[in-house]
């Protein structure tokens, strides 16, 4: 099996090379935010002439051992690929240049241990001698594997508002951004006094609003009020929104324990 060097994903020009079919209706019903960018990642693969999916979700067992599972088994132009999907949200805070200060809301979650993660072992998974016998039994000879990693950063809200992005050399400077305060900060703030704002549910992360739905639009001192009869002391997503309920921007509000959980984390 030849397993090319080329473990990184394609620039624009890839996809701007997609043929897209024109499509009327695409809805998503899964509830977890990667099996949500699976599904959106494998219709745009059912409308790509070029692409043929062969197999989605293909666990790799040893034994009675789980070794991994494949996202996904693509056929690219008649080279079998495999390619592996990640969703994620991180906050900055530190220094940002190191991917190991990028942190989830569930705050062990960080950039770097996802990364390395999917470089030593999910992108590895043709390798693995059970993956082969696997891929074998069906015919595939995967030739090359691709990661994708979507999602977006959250900047200290000032950077933010200063429109500066600093971010760890691989991280593509041109990703989705938004920002991140404290719940005191974000009662404090003067430009905020007049904002409106929503939070979002787990169903609105990955696309912005157009529109503000059912979802309750809330002026700065109902927000404020919200977030502190809240029981939670991690983190809360919210946007602010225009008066017709458009997105303007999007970030999280955390809360000292979260901070604190990270200060844990380094002793």
Known sequence: MLFESDQCWPDESWFQGW????????????????????????????LEPSLHLLAKNLVVHDGK??????????????TVEHWELAVKFYLGVGDVSNMDN???PDPSDTLARKI???????????????????????????????????????????SFRLQQFPVPPKVNPGHEKGWWMTDTDFELAPELKRGKFMT???SNWLAPLLSAGKGQIMDHSQTVSFLSGIETQGTIPIAQLTAD???????????????????AQKV
């Open 19 to 46: 043929k897209l079919a024109p499509t009327t209706t695409f809805k998503l019903t899964e509830y977890k935010l990667g099996l949500r960018f699976e599904a959106v990642v494998a219709h745009l693969i059912d």
């Open 245 to 263: 309920g458009e997105e303007l921007s999007r970030g999280f509000v955390v809360f000292p324990q979260w901070l604190k959980d990270i200060e």
């Open 65 to 78: 051992r789980t070794i991994g599972e494949f996202d996904l088994i693509v056929e690219n132009n008649g």
């Open 200 to 202: 979002l549910e787990r």
């Open 102 to 104: 990028w942190h989830g």
């Open 116 to 158: 390395n993660r999917m470089a030593s072992h999910q992108l590895r998974l043709s390798q693995h001698p059970a993956g082969q016998q696997l891929l074998q039994q069906n015919g595939w000879d995967v030739r090359r594997a691709r990661s994708l990693v979507k999602g977006r950063l959250f900047h200290p809200y000032q």
